[in-house]
C-alpha cells in the first residue's frame, strides 16, 4: 500500500466542536495551518492537510502533552463514529482494543499492532505513509485515546505501564501524570503498554444490540476495502510494518488477516506466490528504500528489516542486488534514484 491509498482522510466528527470547547476558533486552526477556511466543512482531507490541522492545533494548544490530554479527555462519546462505537460498546477493554485494531485499517494514515505477552499488552503505533512527517501531538493524542477509552468504558482509573514516544512530546510530567507510569521520549517506536490484567475488565458501556447491528456492517466495509487489493499486497503491507519485531509468521499475519493458516496458504497459491517468496520481496523492497535514506545507518537497517545480525542482512542483500548495501547507497544517492518508480520498474510492484 502506497501513500496514494490514502489521498482523503475523513476529519474526526466532533474535531471542530472540540476545539471550541477548548476555547480556539478553527478559523484560527485554518488559518495557521495555511488553508482555506472551506477546510473547516470539509469532511475528508488529503494527508498534507490532515497533518497541517492538527500541527496548527499543537501550535496554538502551547504545549505538546497539554494540548493532547485536554482534546482526548473533552472528546464527546456522541460524536463517535461507527468503527470508535463499535469500541466503546464492546464486551470488555480486550475486545474494544482488538476492535479497534481491526477497524483502524478502515481509519488511515495510521495502524496498530497488539500483542500479548505475559503480563503485557502492547499496542505499537505505525504510520502507513512515511513520507509526511506526522505531528508529535497526533502520536500522542492516538496513544491517548486507547487508554481513555478503557477509562470511559470501564468506568475505573486505569494505568499504562509503559509509554514510549519517539519524538518529545512536551511537558512529561503532565503525560506521566496522565497515563500513570514512566513516559520514554526519543524512542525508536511508538507504543504504549498496558497491564494485561487491565484487559479482561467489562465495560460498563456494553452494548450487545448495538454491536449486533455495527458489527456486520463493519465488517462488510472492511472486506471491501480489503477486496481492493490482493491477498499478496495485504500479506506484504502487514510483513512491512511488522520487521522491527522481527521476522513476521505466517500464523500472526493469518490472524491479522481474519482467516486461518491453511486458508492464506490457499489464497497464496491462487495468486501464484508463497509466504515465504512474499517474505523475501518485502524485505528486498523495503531494504531499497532504507539504504536510500541517509539518516539510517547499514546497521539500523538490518534491524528494520527484522534480521537478527548485519551479517545475515549482507548476505541476503548480495544475493539481491550482486553488491553490498554501502556500495548499493553510495552509487544510488550520488545519483538520486527515485527509488519508488526503480522498484515498480524492476520488482513489478503495482
Not at 37 to 45: G, M, N, P, Q, Y
Not at 234 to 253: C, H, L
Not at 289 to 295: E, F, H, K, R
Request: proline share 4%.
Amino acid at each position: 500500500m502506497t501513500s496514494h491509498s490514502f489521498d482523503r482522510i475523513k476529519m474526526p466528527p466532533g474535531f471542530w466542536e472540540g476545539l471550541r470547547q477548548l476555547g480556539i476558533a478553527s478559523h484560527d486552526v485554518a488559518r495557521k495551518a495555511g488553508l482555506p477556511l472551506t477546510i473547516i466543512s470539509e469532511k475528508a482531507v488529503n494527508t498534507a492537510e490532515y497533518y497541517a490541522i492538527w500541527q496548527a492545533y499543537s501550535d496554538l494548544a502551547g504545549d505538546i502533552a497539554q494540548g493532547m490530554i485536554k482534546l482526548a479527555t473533552i472528546y464527546d462519546v456522541t460524536k463517535y463514529p461507527p468503527t470508535i462505537l463499535a469500541t466503546y460498546h464492546a464486551r470488555d477493554y480486550r475486545d474494544a482494543l482488538q476492535r479497534m485494531v481491526r477497524y483502524k485499517q478502515l481509519c488511515p494514515p495510521d495502524s496498530l499492532r497488539m500483542i500479548e505477552d505475559g503480563e503485557e499488552c502492547t499496542i505499537d503505533l505505525e504510520w502507513l505513509i512515511t513520507d509526511q512527517s506526522c505531528p508529535p501531538l497526533l502520536v500522542g493524542i492516538t496513544l491517548a485515546f486507547l487508554l481513555e477509552l478503557g477509562r470511559r468504558g470501564t468506568g475505573q482509573y486505569l494505568a499504562a505501564r509503559t509509554v514510549e514516544f519517539s519524538q518529545p512530546m512536551g511537558d512529561v510530567q503532565v503525560l506521566e501524570s496522565y497515563f500513570g507510569c514512566h513516559i520514554r521520549t526519543n524512542a525508536d517506536r511508538n507504543r504504549l503498554t498496558l497491564h494485561r490484567r487491565d484487559l479482561d475488565r467489562p465495560f460498563l458501556t456494553y452494548n450487545e444490540e448495538l454491536l449486533e447491528i455495527l458489527t456486520p456492517a463493519l465488517d462488510r466495509t472492511l472486506q471491501e476495502h480489503q477486496g481492493n487489493c490482493s491477498v499478496s499486497d495485504m500479506v506484504k503491507w502487514i510483513m512491512k510494518r511488522s520487521f522491527s519485531g522481527g521476522r513476521p509468521d505466517i500464523q500472526t499475519i493469518a490472524k491479522e488477516l481474519g482467516m486461518s493458516e491453511r486458508t492464506l496458504q490457499r489464497r497464496l497459491t491462487e495468486e501464484s506466490t508463497s509466504f515465504n517468496h512474499l517474505l523475501t520481496q518485502a524485505r528486498h523492497e523495503q531494504a531499497l528504500l532504507y539504504l536510500a535514506d541517509l539518516s539510517l545507518d547499514i546497521k539500523e537497517v538490518a534491524f528494520l528489516l527484522g534480521y537478527e545480525d548485519q551479517n545475515s542482512f549482507y548476505r541476503a542483500f548480495r544475493a539481491w542486488e550482486g553488491d553490498t548495501p554501502a556500495k548499493w547507497r553510495s552509487e544510488h544517492a550520488e545519483a538520486h534514484v527515485n527509488v519508488e518508480d526503480m522498484l515498480s520498474d524492476r520488482l513489478n510492484i503495482h
